[in-house]
């Protein structure tokens, strides 16, 4: 018997941009599957190229920047070789973003209300008026109270955390089979962040979606996610099931990362909290065009060996379906 595909599958995505003449390569060869129903966080510092893979997965990469794959899947279909036509019908229907600071996104003269139907009506035959219906429904969804008036709200009349419930919204009104959620909770306070998680997850539950949760906070892929990608300088530096990669990371990258960050299982959220920051691993993300030889990490990593300037290393499966790219990752293995 054959296993279902993946809900979505990616193989050596790599996004670069024109820099002196040449190129850089800002997503560099990333490979992940997300299984059906199942939720995947991309995490890294700042820099290393989350949003970037986010934006690839629905061809959304900003010019001059260009992006390659040999396969980007949704459920078995093979996305990378479609016609910009298709591959727009597929967007919000099939796959849907939501981003960072919805105040960005949200289109500051059209309500609430008018952006989620046309959403809506984008891809589906459906009246203005039942549309509008569909845009009550998705907004009492989300949690917005007395959504028949909220509709007609314009983006600077709701808070932050109903903006991005208005995000949400937009994102869910086709019914994707996959959410890309890029840094959904990092503009808000922690309550809302919580109560916003709460809301994914719940959606996620009910509509059997699968999730891809980009993130620089590891509490929140802890909570959120059963598979985690780390990603450092555009690569995927380990990646596995969240459980293992966290209680027994195989890359000095992950494990500085898992340096300071709070229990998994403390109670999050409260009034003085603030929310969990990556720690501070020594140096800075290298810039594109002036990454070290061989490891990308080793000028910033406290077991580096010769070995690791003169040879890249490659991703090594060390436990069933967890990954590190690291010379010395055998060394991590308990
Ligand atoms: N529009 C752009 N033009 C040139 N370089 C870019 C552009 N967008 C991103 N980059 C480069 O790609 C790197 C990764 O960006 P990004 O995916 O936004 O990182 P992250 O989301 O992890 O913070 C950036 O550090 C930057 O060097
Ligand atoms: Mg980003």
């Given at each position: 018997m054959t296993s279902p595909p993946p809900a979505l599958s990616v193989r050596d995505l790599v996004v670069t941009f024109p820099r002196d003449g040449g190129t850089v390569e800002a997503v560099s060869g990333v490979s992940f599957d997300v299984p059906r129903g199942q939720t995947l966080g991309i995490v890294g510092e700042?820099?290393?190229?989350k949003s970037l893979t986010s934006l690839a997965l629905l061809r959304l990469v900003p010019p001059p920047g260009v992006m390659t794959a040999s396969r980007i899947a949704l459920a078995g279909r093979e996305l990378t070789g479609l016609p910009e036509r298709e591959m727009r019908a597929l967007r919000g229907a099939k796959i849907a973003m939501v981003f960072q600071e919805p105040m960005t996104s949200l289109n500051p003269v059209y309500t609430a209300g008018q952006q989620i139907a046309e959403a809506i009506r984008l891809h589906e035959p459906v009246s203005r008026r039942d549309a509008r219906t569909r845009a009550v429904e998705l907004l009492r969804r989300v949690g917005i109270p007395s959504p028949e008036l909220r509709i007609d709200a314009y983006p600077h009349q709701l808070s932050g955390g109903m903006r991005q419930r208005v995000m949400i919204a937009m994102a869910l009104a086709c019914g994707p089979d996959v959410l890309v959620a890029d840094?959904?909770?990092?503009?808000?306070d922690v309550t809302i962040q919580a109560q916003i998680l709460d809301l994914l997850r719940r959606l996620q539950g009910e509509l059997g979606m699968s999730v891809v949760l980009v993130t620089h906070d590891l509490g929140v892929v802890a909570e959120m996610a059963q598979q985690v990608v780390v990603m450092y300088a555009g690569r995927v530096v380990e990646s596995g099931p969240v459980r293992e990669v966290f209680d027994a990371p195989l890359h000095p990258y992950t494990r500085g990362l898992l340096g300071s960050v709070p229990p998994i299982g403390r109670p999050r959220g409260g009034p003085h909290e603030r929310p969990a920051r990556l720690p501070t691993i020594e140096g800075i993300v290298p810039s594109l065009g002036s990454l070290p030889s061989g490891c990308a990490f080793r000028d910033r990593c406290a077991f580096a060996e010769p070995r690791c300037a003169s040879e890249a290393p490659l991703a090594v499966e060390l436990r069933a379906g967890h990954a590190s790219r690291c010379h010395l990752a055998e060394r991590w293995v308990a």
């Open positions: 700042s820099g290393c190229g840094e959904p909770t990092t503009a808000l």
